[in-house]
């Protein structure tokens, strides 16, 4: 079983920036991709950005350019960096792993951005 345990949410104005942090244990084994998704009050989940063992990333077109993925393999941490951010990226941010083609999902941390 995969633990994980996000951090680094918090309310921020527009402009501001956060870093997510996302620690993995427990039986990681197996873990091709990490990433983040984020859903906000009244919308779908979206996938923000993966990031493969190998060191590819996918980040969606809203948020290129702001936001970075990124990962520590030896720690089993995966990071996003927000940057420039806007009230349209508040939401629930959550970490997930892919592990063995099922996804596993942290419980979220909330973003809130103010205007």
């Known amino acids: 079983q995969v633990q994980l345990v996000e951090s680094g949410g918090g309310p921020v104005q527009a402009g501001g920036s956060l870093r997510l942090s996302c620690a993995a244990s427990?039986?990681?084994?197996?873990?091709?991709?990490m990433g983040w998704y984020r859903q906000a009050p009244g919308k779908q989940r979206e996938l923000v950005a993966t990031?493969?063992?190998?060191?590819?990333?996918n980040i969606v077109d809203s948020v290129k350019g702001r936001f970075t993925i990124s990962r520590d393999n030896a720690k089993n941490l995966v990071y996003l960096q927000m940057n420039s951010l806007r009230p349209e990226d508040t939401a629930v941010y959550s970490c997930?792993?892919?592990?063995?083609?099922?996804?596993?999902w942290g419980q979220g941390t909330q973003v809130t951005v103010s205007s």
């Open positions: 997930y792993v892919r592990r063995w083609s099922a996804d596993i």
């Open positions: 990031i493969s063992m190998s060191g590819r990333t």
């Open positions: 427990g039986s990681i084994g197996g873990i091709s991709a």
